[in-house]
């Protein structure tokens, strides 16, 4: 009778504290692209998380303009990075909220046309924004 009694108040242990855990939401961070062809554009949103996403984007100019901003953002950084068909960098920009301009917009250096890399780094990021980029010369 005594472990009956000992292994149900085990159990009635066990359960409460499996119960009473709460699952704690983490903090997320997206990136989604909702142009593509020969122009390219996305949105990034996050509530405090960090993610890094890739695209490959066909410019047949030797160059790209680029804009980007972020809005609402209370913490956390935007970082785009464009590498042209060689793998060379031609972009390496980055927003930070809080800290100097929310948006940026311009040309790249010049590179080699064809298949390019984008790469979209949000870090910590709280808020949203959006990037877009077209061939240019």
Known sequence: MKFKTLLVAALVVTGFSFTSCEKVDEPTASVSINETGS???GDVTGDGGST??????NNHLSRANYSMDITASSSGSFNLMIEDAEGTTVLNETLTAGVGDDSK???TS???????TITVTLTNFNGDGSFSLNPGD
Do not use: I, Q
């Open 39 to 41: 122009d390219l554009g």
């Open 52 to 57: 890094t996403k890739s695209y490959t984007w």
């Open 105 to 107: 917009s311009g040309v």
């Open 110 to 116: 010049s590179g080699v046309s064809g298949d390019w």
